[in-house]
């Protein structure tokens, strides 16, 4: 079950992040990211209507909210590299350097021991990275955007996993409000694409 919850998750996101470039390449990218954590607080409040939490301890609404602090970072330069046009080089750059740097803080923080394998992975990023973002020719500001969204996932993906399990889906919750007043300043900004 676990396996197709990652794929189905793994879709959804390769699904937002393509519609999120093309609205960038049309209207302000800070709209289109604000627009986008509403939506998903919208979202997320529902979910967690229907889905009891066990129970809800504040650092982990606190967890949530740094989390949407890293949330609204990677969306923020991650649409903002988009709007460039840069897809091959911003979603690839954000997107595995941003669970590299996960599986980093993972190690040096929390303690976590990966295996071989997952070294090996992280050992092969930066290489691969590189050739992807066209070996130098092309590391400019698409590049730049893909490693500050990837910061951005890091703290998402970390501070979330910070939060107990039995909260449920109120962390989340936390994340999106959080995600959505450190976006609201740049969003005012564009009233008409609002």
């Given at each position: 079950?676990?396996?197709?919850?990652?794929?189905?998750?793994?879709?959804?996101?390769?699904?937002?992040?393509?519609?999120?470039?093309?609205?960038?390449?049309?209207?302000p990218h800070a709209a289109?990211?604000?627009?986008?954590?509403?939506?998903?607080?919208?979202?997320?409040?529902?979910?967690?209507?229907?889905?009891?939490?066990?129970a809800l301890a504040g650092?982990?609404?606190?967890?949530?909210?740094?989390?949407?602090?890293?949330?609204?970072?990677?969306?923020?330069?991650?649409?903002?590299?988009?709007?460039?046009?840069?897809?091959?080089?911003?979603?690839?750059?954000?997107?595995?350097?941003?669970?590299?740097?996960?599986?980093?803080?993972?190690?040096?923080?929390?303690?976590?021991?990966?295996?071989?394998?997952?070294?090996?992975?992280?050992?092969?990023?930066?290489?691969?990275?590189?050739?992807?973002?066209?070996?130098?020719?092309?590391?400019?500001?698409?590049?730049?955007?893909?490693?500050?969204?990837?910061?951005?996932?890091?703290?998402?993906?970390?501070?979330?996993?910070?939060?107990?399990?039995?909260?449920?889906?109120?962390p989340v919750v936390a994340?999106?409000?959080?995600?959505?007043?450190?976006?609201?300043?740049?969003?005012?900004?564009?009233?008409?694409?609002?």
């Amino acid at each position: 079950m676990g396996a197709l919850l990652a794929l189905t998750s793994a879709l959804c996101y390769g699904f937002v992040d393509f519609a999120g470039g093309l609205l960038s390449r049309r209207v302000p990218h800070a709209a289109v990211t604000f627009l986008g954590q509403l939506g998903g607080l919208l979202l997320a409040a529902g979910a967690a209507l229907l889905l009891p939490a066990a129970a809800l301890a504040g650092s982990d609404l606190l967890w949530g909210a740094l989390s949407g602090v890293g949330s609204a970072t990677a969306m923020r330069f991650l649409n903002r590299g988009l709007s460039h046009g840069a897809m091959s080089v911003v979603v690839p750059v954000s997107a595995v350097t941003g669970v590299a740097l996960s599986v980093l803080c993972g190690v040096l923080l929390l303690g976590d021991r990966p295996g071989g394998l997952a070294w090996a992975g992280i050992a092969v990023t930066g290489p691969a990275l590189w050739w992807v973002a066209g070996g130098g020719t092309r590391m400019g500001r698409e590049a730049t955007d893909g490693l500050l969204a990837s910061a951005g996932v890091a703290v998402q993906y970390v501070a979330l996993g910070q939060a107990d399990p039995v909260s449920g889906l109120w962390p989340v919750v936390a994340g999106r409000v959080a995600a959505v007043l450190v976006l609201l300043p740049g969003a005012v900004r564009h009233p008409e694409a609002l």
